[in-house]
Structure formats: C-alpha cells, structure tokens
C-alpha cells in the first residue's frame, strides 16, 4: 500500500519514518495568537491546555497579537499561565486596514449581501481585515522575522492529549513546511472568485509552481475541475515562515488582494493558505498531525478513537449545530478510510 500510494506516505502515519535529531540548536518557533482583551477567558483556555499538555516541556515562547494594545489584565493572566516568554505586540496599522484601492461602495455591498445569505460573519469589517492579516501580513510583523516556525493559537480551542516531542523540531528536522489537523468543507459563498482568480496565476506564473506540486486532491474531478473547496482548517496550523516570506507566497497573495477579494468577497486565510500550500509545496512537505487532540468549535480531530471515526471530524455534544464535513479523504487519498492489516494508531 505504501508503494502504491508513496504520496500519501508521510501521512498514513508513523512519526517513525521521519528523522528525529537531537542536539542540534533548538528551533527559532513561538506560540502565535491573533486575540481581543476581550477573549482574555477563550485565550487562557487554550493556553492552559496547551502548556499542560506540551509546553511546559519545551517552553516555546508566546506571541500575542492584536489590533489594539493588550490591558495590562490581559498581559498578566497569559504570562501567569506559562514559564514562557511572552510577547503582546500591536498589529501595525498598514496591515489592519483597507488598501486604498478598494472601492467603498462595492465593500458596503459585500458586507450587506453576505451578511444577508448567512455567511459566517460576512458582515464583519474587522473579520475581512482579520483573514487578509492572517494570509498575507502574520509573517512580516517584525517580532517573526527572527523566528522560523509558528504555531497558530486561538482563544477557546481545546488540546486535550499529551504531545510527547518537541513539534517543532519534528517539523525543522523533516523540513515540514505546513502541518496541519483538520480539513474542511467551509461555506464556499465567501470566496466566489478565489478559484478563477487562482487559476488565472497559475496561467500567468506557470514557473512559480513547485514542480512536484499536487493540486488533485483539491479539484472536483467529477465536474468541472474547479476547486472543489477542501481546506485545511487553519485555526490550528503549524507552519513555516520562510515559506510564507517566500516570492511563490507573496507573489500569490498580492495577486489576491489586488483583486479586492478580502473586502468584495470575504476571501478566508484558510483556502487561501490551502491553495498556496498545495501550489509551492511537495505534499511530502505538508503534514497531518492527527495525533494532535484538538477541537475547534464543534470540530474535533481526535486521536483517541482507534477505529475510522478517527479520520473523521467527531461533532462535539451539541443538538443545534452540524459540524463541518471532513475532506481528509481528499488529501489522503480515496480508500484511505478502509483499515488496512496491520496497522496500528502507535506513534512510533
Ligand atoms: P472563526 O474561527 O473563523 O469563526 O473566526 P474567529 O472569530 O475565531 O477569529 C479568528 C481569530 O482571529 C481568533 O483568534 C480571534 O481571536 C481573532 N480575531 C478575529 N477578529 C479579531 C479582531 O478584530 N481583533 C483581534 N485582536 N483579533 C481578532
Ligand atoms: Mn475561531
């Protein structure tokens, strides 16, 4: 099976397969996370799971971001929750705000009609500038630049297995580039123009793709080979920054913004950072860490379940809502959800 389906190698399982090197420096990563002083009880949360379950063994330091200053409340119940460094840096203005050439009039209609259809907060200003930072601007804050690695942190998220190894160093050692734990279906009303405006990049920028690059997984066979909307769901992601500096990334990104679709659609950073991944990176590259418990909202990726409900999102308890559909199926390729002999959840 594994010659069969060598693509999907990296992701069927072991940690084994990949090289762990100790001794050497450790790497240059942080805890980063986009919060209001408001979510102070949502952020507290995740940390103290997140700290109990795996940083206190490494202490990677936290970096906080917001678009206003952080109270001094907010600064002294995060650092009380950690023997980490923690960082509370302000989002410069330039990155919050619209680009001038943005027609206001267009940008009132989309927060008028998406907000009318029901998409996710699509009548949210702060919601369109909180997606465009997340997928172009998160990495050139200043307080990145020193740093390699992040790991995307948001308030009110669970982590509840323990992590026995340093993430990090897993992700340096095999020269990771994204890693990942859920993959979603999400609302595809909020990015209209995203695929067009994606393939139309490829067509001018052919030479900008990774050779090995696998867009498959992400375009609907069946139909029209339009992206079919699988994304990696990117409240959790563990990623690397000189990947997001990289030209391929920003090249892309500008190409988006300048089509105006953070603010006439409501382009999200999770199928934008799919898309990029996907573009200029091998998939060898990108990693599934499914032995990461985590739940987001109603979605969970849950490494406790041994059998096939393990690939799949299990619905935290809750009558109203439906959690997202799974496209793992996608990424991991078509029969993956029939077990096979042999194989075991062991980590090793
Ligand atoms: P959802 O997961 O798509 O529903 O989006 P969230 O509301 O959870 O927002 C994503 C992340 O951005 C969370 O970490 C929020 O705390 C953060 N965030 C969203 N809007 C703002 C904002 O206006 N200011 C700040 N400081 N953080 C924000
Ligand atoms: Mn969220």
Known sequence: ?????????????????????????????????????????????????????????????????????????????????????????????????????????????????????????????????????????????????????????????HFYCDIDYDVFRFMSDNKMKYGFNMNILDDARSFPSLWSRTRAFINKYPELLHPESDLDWLLDAQNSGDYNNCQFFSNFEIGDLRFFRGEQNEKYFDWLDKSGGFYYERFGDAPIHTLAVAMFVPKREIWFFRDIGYQHDINRCDPTSIDENFYRLVPFESPQKKPADTCIRQFLGGDWLNKRPGWSQSSE
């Open 1 to 157: 099976w594994l010659e069969k389906n060598g693509n999907n190698r990296h992701a069927v399982g072991s940690r084994g397969h990949f090289r762990s090197v100790g001794g050497r420096g450790r790497p240059r990563a942080a805890l980063i996370s986009l919060v209001r002083n408001s979510e102070l009880e949502g952020i507290v949360q995740s940390m103290r799971q997140l700290e109990y379950h795996w940083n206190h063994k490494y202490n990677y330091p936290w970096i906080f971001f917001n678009d206003e200053p952080f109270s001094d409340e907010f600064k002294q119940a995060t650092q009380n929750l950690t023997s980490a460094r923690c960082y509370y840096e302000v989002v410069p203005k330039e990155h919050w705000s619209m680009p001038s050439w943005i027609d206001e009039g267009r940008f009132m209609n989309s927060l008028e009609y998406l907000g009318a259809i029901g998409v996710g907060k699509g009548w949210m200003i702060s919601y369109r500038h909180m997606c465009r930072w997340n997928s172009g601007f998160f990495y050139k804050h200043p307080r990145l630049l020193e740093l390699d690695f992040y790991w995307r942190v948001e308030p009110d998220v």
